[in-house]
Nanobody
Framework: QVQLVESGGGLVQPGGSLTLSCAAS????????MTWYRQAPGKEREVVAF???????TYVDSVKGRFTISRDNAKNTVYLQINSPKPEDTALYYC?????????WGQGTQVTVSS
């Protein structure tokens, strides 16, 4: 059974940094795109970034230059490094993978940006 477990969230000051992790299990992930989403209170879930098996990545405009997605296929883990966070980055962050036509989600990790 596919499982995704996010960690690394917390309270961070504007201009600080934080690294989120998503550990995957239950399938082979090295050849699958992995995606980070987020959902802020009262807003719809949005894609933050995704990374292909090749390592190529794409970001939503609002985080370009500040967030970095990466993956360690040996550890079945995808990361999201958050630099220079802003209060509007406050959200519940989820990772996502599709395996055989089924979307899988973790439970999310909360990121709160506040001074």
């Amino acid at each position: 059974q596919v499982q995704l477990v996010e960690s690394g969230g917390g309270l961070v000051q504007p201009g600080g940094s934080l690294t989120l992790s998503c550990a995957a299990s239950g399938s082979t992930f090295k050849n699958k795109p992995m995606t980070w989403y987020r959902q802020a209170p009262g807003k719809e879930r949005e894609v933050v970034a995704f990374i292909l098996s090749s390592g190529d990545s794409t970001y939503v405009d609002s985080v370009k230059g500040r967030f970095t997605i990466s993956r360690d296929n040996a550890k079945n883990t995808v990361y999201l490094q958050i630099n220079s966070p802003k209060p509007e980055d406050t959200a519940l962050y989820y990772c996502n993978v599709r395996v055989k036509q089924t979307q899988y989600w973790g439970q999310g990790t909360q990121v709160t940006v506040s001074s």
